[in-house]
């Protein structure tokens, strides 16, 4: 069953990278027929030559960015900036912490009243009084 569904994974990738081929190539072909009455058969190729390497730089760039992401600095060190953080980053992580807290909630109420009397008594904010 899993050699069967890898041969099918490997011959729908072998299909699509055909699929690709020729249409990369037919491009190729239609760049050539559009440039070579205006420029001549050796800079229309010469143009078709150029065209792909700015697509394989393009690409190349495109995996430097995807292997290399640019790393967000978060503005403020508290504890609820960084759980949200994480939640942004991995959030099958965070639906998994949300499902144990509510697991935990539901087998033990008194936990429950606990966390919810704490949230519930917290100390406003100090502020600076305005002079």
Same mark, same amino acid.
């Given at each position: ?31 050539? $027929? &559009?440039?070579?009455? !205006?420029?001549?058969? #050796? %800079?229309?190729?010469?143009? =078709?030559?150029?065209?792909? +390497?700015? /697509? ?39 639906? $998994? &912490?949300?499902?144990? !807290?509510?697991?935990? #909630? %539901?087998?033990?109420?008194? =936990?429950?009243?606990?966390? +919810?009397? /704490? ?13």
């Amino acid at each position: 069953m899993i050699l069967k569904k890898a041969i099918f994974i490997a011959c729908g990738v072998a299909a699509l990278a055909a699929a690709a081929f020729v249409f990369v190539f037919a491009l190729a072909f239609a760049l050539y $027929a &559009a440039l070579q009455p !205006a420029w001549g058969p #050796a %800079l229309a190729a010469a143009g =078709v030559a150029g065209a792909c +390497v700015l /697509l394989i730089l393009l690409g190349a760039l495109a995996a430097f960015i995807a292997a290399n992401p640019p790393k967000k600095k978060s503005s403020s060190d508290d504890i609820l900036s960084r759980l949200i953080d994480l939640a942004r980053e991995k959030p099958v992580v965070a639906a $998994a &912490a949300i499902l144990a !807290a509510g697991a935990v #909630a %539901l087998k033990n109420p008194t =936990v429950t009243a606990t966390l +919810v009397g /704490l949230f519930a008594s917290g100390r406003p904010a100090s502020k600076k009084p305005k002079k």
